[in-house]
Nanobody, 118 residues
Framework: QVQLVESGGGLVQAGGSLRLSCAASGSISSIGAMAWYRQAPGKQRDMVAIITSGGSTVYADSVQGRFTISRDNAKNTVYLQMNRLKPEDTAVYYC????????????WGQGTQVTVSS
């Protein structure tokens, strides 16, 4: 079994910064792409940023230039540095990871709340 545990969420004022972490543990042979998603109340879960095993990244338009995704493969950890936060960034943030080489499957963390006050 594989577990993903997020940390780093909290309450911040608009314009501030937060750094989220997500550590994977358990029966891990290899990890492919890792990503951050977010879900605001009453809305669907949307992709925020993706990073491949090779370090290529993709961002949602709404966070481009403000958020940075990175990973530490030795620690099986993915990070999300969030700068110049806006109230509309308020959501539960979830990480996911594709684990395994022969038959990869995706695992999700439990989510961490980010609240940006105006």
């Amino acid at each position: 079994q594989v577990q993903l545990v997020e940390s780093g969420g909290g309450l911040v004022q608009a314009g501030g910064s937060l750094r989220l972490s997500c550590a994977a543990s358990g029966s891990i042979s290899s990890i492919g792409a890792m990503a951050w998603y977010r879900q605001a109340p009453g809305k669907q879960r949307d992709m925020v940023a993706i990073i491949t095993s090779g370090g290529s990244t993709v961002y949602a338009d709404s966070v481009q230039g403000r958020f940075t995704i990175s990973r530490d493969n030795a620690k099986n950890t993915v990070y999300l540095q969030m700068n110049r936060l806006k109230p509309e960034d308020t959501a539960v943030y979830y990480c996911n990871a594709w684990v395994g080489s022969a038959t990869p499957r995706v695992y999700w963390g439990q989510g961490t709340q980010v609240t940006v006050s105006s």
